[in-house]
T-cell receptor, first 118, second 113 residues
Framework: AQTVTQSQPEMSVQEAETVTLSCTYD???????LFWYKQPPSRQMILVIR??????QNATENRFSVNFQKAAKSFSLKISDSQLGDAAMYFC???????????????FGQGTILTVHP | DAGITQSPRHKVTETGTPVTLRCHQT?????MYWYRQDPGHGLRLIHY???????DKGEVSDGYSVSRSKTEDFLLTLESATSSQTSVYFC????????????FGPGTRLTVT
């Protein structure tokens, strides 16, 4: 079974600065997807960014980018120019690319609470 | 929000009572999921469905059952609620197969006293 570990229960950053959230995972599969979800105080789960394991290029979405190290099984999220609205719980998640046998199930890490200081 | 609603949004119940949570979607997606969120554990999969009357267990299915008699509704039942089932419950849908995304409902906060 796959496991996802977020070793930073809490992180903080100053507004306009850059912060990196860490995530490691364990799997024996070669094809899979990795995700970062944001959960603000409203509790809504919001997809921030995704990475396909077969792609060597790191995904980027505006101020959000990832550092995907497949051999090290590491998937960190970098938030640039942090904004007050970035304050939230962030979850790393794994999904197998097993086609019809995986059914798209997600395995989540424990979450990292990000605080943004003005 | 992919047209996902959950009801109720909040519920307080007593130990030993049955509880049913409802997830409703408006876009006829095939795959639906129930997760629970607890501090220190992130979200964990309870049950999932890959079609009408097609369901299977996730990693934390003990004490829960599900039913899906029509595409748009996926019900989660706690047959006899326990305090350990106090949690926030999320329903999710997947928009297709392959690299399609998973979207979440707003969540239900359940407290078992």
């Amino acid at each position: 079974a796959q496991t996802v570990t977020q070793s930073q229960p809490e992180m903080s950053v100053q507004e306009a600065e850059t912060v990196t959230l860490s995530c490691t995972y364990d799997t024996s599969e070669s094809d899979y997807y990795l995700f970062w979800y944001k959960q603000p105080p409203s509790r809504q789960m919001i997809l921030v960014i995704r990475q396909e394991a077969y792609k060597q290029q790191n995904a980027t979405e505006n101020r959000f980018s990832v550092n995907f190290q497949k051999a090290a099984k590491s998937f960190s999220l970098k938030i640039s120019d942090s904004q007050l609205g970035d304050a939230a719980m962030y979850f790393c998640a794994y999904r197998s690319d097993g086609g019809g046998t995986s059914y798209g199930k997600l395995t989540f890490g424990q979450g990292t609470i990000l605080t943004v200081h003005p | 929000d992919a047209g996902i609603t959950q009801s109720p949004r909040h519920k307080v119940t007593e130990t030993g009572t049955p509880v049913t949570l409802r997830c409703h979607q408006t876009e006829n997606h095939r795959y639906m999921y129930w997760y629970r969120q607890d501090p220190g554990h992130g979200l964990r999969l309870i049950h999932y469905s890959y079609g009408v009357k097609d369901t299977d267990k996730g990693e934390v299915s003990d004490g829960y059952s599900v039913s899906r008699s029509k595409t748009e509704d996926f019900l989660l039942t706690l047959e006899s609620a326990t305090s350990s089932q106090t949690s926030v419950y999320f329903c999710a849908i997947r928009t297709g197969t392959g690299d399609s995304e998973q979207y979440f409902g707003p969540g239900t906060r359940l407290t078992v006293t």
